[in-house]
């Protein structure tokens, strides 16, 4: 491997390595991964895409390559469900969700996600959609996206203030 660079090498080397273990191993591997990044109630394929430590498990596309099917397919094999029509990632918008915060919101139950997304509407007057979206904490409050991904949509949000406290929402 003349005149390859050292990062280069160990990537190469661990591709030839994963080849090398039994599909159980390799199964064993994929699953730990997701439950060490707490994924999986949704182990969506993009998600692990972007967070996966390489050192732990080839790359989820080496895996549908390897194993030749669906990533739908791949999770019942080891023992997950995922279904890729409920999942984040079908527009761009929805897709660019910055996986930490994905993750973040994710821990929170829906009705506290509902609690800290009303309570920032009612402090700072926030009633649209496009006045949440632009007025809204950015650090401490969900984006669009995280609300349509875990309370189904801002419809659901206006819905809950209305009942709440009635009045314009």
């Keep these: 491997m003349a005149n390859v660079d050292d990062s280069r090498k160990e990537g190469v080397i661990r591709v030839a390595f994963w080849g090398d273990l039994s599909e159980e191993g390799l199964l064993n591997a994929l699953k730990n991964e997701i439950h060490r990044l707490g994924i999986e109630e949704n182990p969506s394929r993009t ?10 498990m080839p790359s989820p596309n080496w895996y549908l390559s390897h194993f030749g099917c669906s990533w739908e397919e791949l999770m019942r094999k080891i023992g997950l469900e ?10 761009s918008s929805i897709r660019n969700i910055g996986t930490q915060h994905a993750l973040r919101w994710g821990k ?5 996600l509902m609690d800290l997304i009303i309570r920032e509407m009612r402090v700072k007057g926030l ?7 632009q007025g ?5 409050t969900p984006s669009i996206p ?3 991904k875990y309370l189904g949509g801002w419809k659901n949000v206006k819905s809950e ?9």
């Design 161 to 169: 203030y209305v009942r709440r406290y009635g009045g314009k929402a």
């Design 47 to 56: 998600e692990l895409q972007d967070s996966y430590d390489n050192k732990n």
């Design 108 to 112: 929170m139950t829906n009705d506290e």
């Design 127 to 133: 009633y649209t959609i496009t006045e949440y979206n």
């Design 82 to 91: 995922y279904d890729g029509l409920k999942s984040i990632g079908k527009s």
């Design 146 to 148: 995280i609300v349509i």
């Design 136 to 140: 809204r904490d950015r650090k401490n």
